[in-house]
Structure formats: structure tokens, C-alpha cells
């Protein structure tokens, strides 16, 4: 089973912090993603990355950075935490090849800016 | 880029009957289409994709059409149950190779027995 994780499911920060959650995966999957999930919103992505060292800008990446260090784990940055931060952050790996394109999700991290 | 819409945002059933979920996207280039589910406090899990040159897709009591003149694809599930109760979320691939997919904005679905 692919096994998709991250550091923590609760964050609370407060404004101005800098914070980053983390996310590793261990099925050697090329793409990694990171949305955020709010009410009415559904999933938006943030950022992407299909290989170490590479980074893609999502639909609201404003306010994130990301790195890729190692192709198992995918950092999202929040430089300067900010209330509008509040939300359910998903992580997500899958495979780079044409006939295969499910992504892995994993349990999410809540996190609060107060 | 590519834009998702999704409708409706939430659908109350009852036990046994049918539930039919529509999306359009925008970008003609796009290429997959996958439906997921979510369930309350678990994370989304994949149910259900169609590829583009494909135009229907069944699996069990769920189906998937595509329209791609049209631009729409729909999700068809059949003699829902209870645990089909949850957020149902479509996508689109909107960029090359298929790897960044972009999300609708999710609907409820409640099934009543």
C-alpha cells in the first residue's frame, strides 16, 4: 500500500511564525503535491514538484514556498503565517508515467493561525 | 488554466435511489478525468477516472461519462447505500503528462435510509 504521511495533524501557529509541514512518501513516486482544503472551496493546489529539486507554482501559491530535497519528502513553507492560513493542508504523491495518474492523499494536517 | 466546476454542491437522497453528480471543465487540452471520495475526517480517496478517449466507465453501482465536445463529465451512482455519504470531488488534468490535476469544489452527499 502506498503510505503517504505528514508530520503533524494539528498545527496551531501564531501570526508571523514560520511554519512548515512536512510530507513523505514511500513508494518512490516522482510528483508530490500540496493543496489546501477549505469549506466550499474543495482542494486547491498550492504547489507541485515531479522531481527533486523542481517546483511548480499551483493555482494560490502566493504566501507558500516549497522544497524538494530528497525525491521521498515535500516541504511546505508559510514564510510569514497568516490568519487567511487557516485551513486543512493535503499532501499528495503519485507515480510520473503516461497511463497512471491516481494521486495518494495523505491524513492532512489542520493547521490555526491565531 | 484550467477551471473545474461542479454542481450541485450538496445532494440529499434516499436509500436505494440514484445520484448523478456533473462537472465541466475548461481547457480542451485536458486529458483525465478521476472522481474522488471523501468520507468525513479521512482523506480523499480515488473511486472512479475516465481518460479522454473513453466514453462511459462503469465499476459496480458507480459510472462516469464524458463528454468532451461538450466539455462535461458526470458521475452516476446507482442504489446508493448510507456509507456512499460523503464529499464527492471531481477533476480534471490541466496540465501536460497529467500530473497537476485541478479540483471542483466538491459535493455533499447525503443518503438517507
Known amino acids: 500500500d502506498v503510505k503517504v504521511t505528514q508530520s503533524s495533524r494539528y498545527l496551531v501557529k501564531r501570526t508571523g511564525e514560520k511554519v512548515f509541514l512536512e510530507c513523505v512518501q514511500d513508494?518512490?513516486?516522482?510528483?508530490m503535491f500540496w493543496y489546501r482544503q477549505d469549506p466550499g472551496l474543495g482542494l486547491r493546489l498550492i504547489y507541485f514538484?515531479?522531481?527533486?529539486?523542481?517546483?511548480e507554482k499551483g493555482d494560490i501559491p502566493e504566501g507558500y514556498s516549497v522544497s524538494r530535497e530528497k525525491k521521498e519528502r515535500f516541504s511546505l513553507i508559510l514564510e510569514s503565517a497568516s490568519t487567511n492560513q487557516t485551513s486543512m493542508y493535503l499532501c499528495?504523491?503519485?507515480?510520473?508515467?503516461?497511463?497512471?495518474?491516481?494521486?495518494?492523499f495523505g491524513p492532512g494536517t489542520r493547521l490555526t493561525v491565531t | 488554466g484550467e477551471n473545474v466546476e461542479q454542481h450541485p454542491s450538496t445532494l440529499s437522497v434516499q436509500e436505494g435511489d440514484s445520484a448523478v453528480i456533473k462537472c465541466t471543465y475548461s481547457?480542451?487540452?485536458?486529458?483525465?478525468f478521476p472522481w474522488y471520495k471523501q468520507e468525513l475526517g479521512k482523506r480523499p480517496q480515488l473511486i472512479i477516472d475516465?481518460?479522454?478517449?473513453?466514453g462511459e466507465k462503469k465499476d459496480q453501482r458507480i459510472a462516469v461519462t464524458l463528454n468532451k465536445t461538450a466539455k462535461h463529465f458526470s458521475l452516476h451512482i446507482t442504489e446508493t447505500q448510507p456509507e456512499d455519504s460523503a464529499v464527492y470531488f471531481c477533476?480534471?488534468?490541466?496540465?501536460?503528462?497529467?500530473?497537476?490535476?485541478?479540483f471542483g469544489k466538491g459535493t455533499t452527499l447525503s443518503v438517507s435510509s
Open positions: 499528495a504523491s503519485s507515480v510520473l508515467a503516461a497511463q497512471t495518474y491516481e494521486q495518494y
Open positions: 513508494m518512490d513516486h516522482e510528483n
Open positions: 514538484s515531479y522531481d527533486v529539486k523542481m517546483k
Open positions: 481547457d480542451s487540452a485536458s486529458n483525465y
Open positions: 475516465i481518460r479522454s478517449n473513453v
Open positions: 477533476a480534471a488534468a490541466g496540465r501536460q503528462a497529467g500530473t497537476a490535476l485541478i
